[in-house]
C-alpha cells in the first residue's frame, strides 16, 4: 500500500521486455468505478472477491510483470497460486509510510488515523507477504529506478540474456514464474 508496486513493476517490465499489469486497474476498469467507490457501496468483501476474479485472471493470463493489490495475499487461493513464482514483497517503514501514503488520501483502509491503520494492516499481513516472497527489497529513501535495480538483484534476473517471459510481481506480489 503505498510502496511502490505499480511504479517499479513498470520499471521492472521495461528492463525486462515485458508487459506490466496492475490487478487493481483491472478491477477498476472491470467495475467502472473506483475501488474506494467499491468500498463505500459494497463494502470490503465485495472487493476482495472482485480481486480475486482479477488475480485469477491476470496470473493465468497474462506473462510478464503484474502487482498485486495490498490485500490479495489476504486470500489462500491467492497464495496457493502464487507458490512456484518469483514474487518480490516491497517494503517500507512508518515514516517513509507516512510520507507516502499522504495521510490515507484516497485509501478506504487508512481513512481513520492513517499511520496507525498501516501499521495494523501491516502487522497483519506482514507474515503473508514473507510467506509468498522470493524476494524482500527495502524501499526507504530509494528511488523507483533503484528499487528496480535492487529487485532485479534480489531475484536474480539482472543479467537475463533474453525477454522475460515469466508471470507476475508484488510487494504485495510483483510475482514471476520460476
Known amino acids: 500500500m503505498g510502496v511502490g508496486?505499480?511504479?517499479?513493476?513498470?520499471?521492472?517490465?521495461?528492463?525486462l521486455g515485458t508487459?506490466?499489469?496492475?490487478?487493481?486497474?483491472?478491477?477498476?476498469?472491470?467495475?467502472?468505478?473506483?475501488?474506494?467507490?467499491?468500498?463505500?457501496?459494497?463494502?470490503?468483501p465485495a472487493f476482495r472477491a472482485a480481486e480475486k476474479r482479477a488475480v485469477v485472471?491476470?496470473?493465468?493470463?497474462?506473462?510478464?510483470?503484474?502487482?498485486?493489490?495490498?490485500?490479495?495475499?489476504?486470500d489462500p487461493g491467492t497464495r496457493a497460486l502464487l507458490a512456484g513464482r518469483r514474487v518480490l514483497y516491497l517494503t517500507m517503514g512508518a515514516a517513509e509510510a507516512a510520507r507516502r501514503l499522504d495521510l490515507g488520501a484516497g485509501r478506504p483502509l487508512l481513512a481513520a488515523n492513517p499511520l496507525?491503520?498501516?501499521?495494523?494492516?501491516?502487522?497483519?499481513?506482514?507474515?503473508?507477504?514473507?510467506?509468498?516472497?522470493?524476494?524482500?527489497?527495502?524501499?526507504?529513501?530509494?528511488?523507483?529506478?533503484?528499487?528496480?535495480?535492487?529487485?532485479l538483484d534480489a531475484l536474480e534476473l539482472?543479467?537475463?540474456?533474453?525477454?522475460?517471459?515469466?508471470?507476475?510481481?508484488?510487494q504485495t506480489p510483483l510475482a514471476h514464474r520460476r
Request: net charge negative.
Open 57 to 74: 485472471r491476470a496470473l493465468n493470463g497474462h506473462g510478464g510483470v503484474l502487482a498485486l493489490g495490498g490485500g490479495a495475499v489476504l
Open 116 to 151: 496507525d491503520k498501516w501499521r495494523e494492516l501491516m502487522a497483519a499481513r506482514r507474515h503473508l507477504y514473507e510467506e509468498v516472497a522470493t524476494a524482500i527489497v527495502a524501499t526507504d529513501r530509494r528511488t523507483p529506478d533503484e528499487v528496480t535495480e535492487a529487485a
Open 158 to 170: 539482472k543479467t537475463a540474456t533474453t525477454p522475460f517471459r515469466g508471470a507476475p510481481l508484488d
Open 19 to 44: 508487459g506490466f499489469r496492475d490487478t487493481d486497474g483491472d478491477i477498476v476498469t472491470a467495475e467502472g468505478r473506483t475501488i474506494a467507490e467499491i468500498f463505500a457501496v459494497d463494502g470490503e
Open 5 to 15: 508496486k505499480s511504479t517499479v513493476g513498470r520499471l521492472l517490465a521495461v528492463r
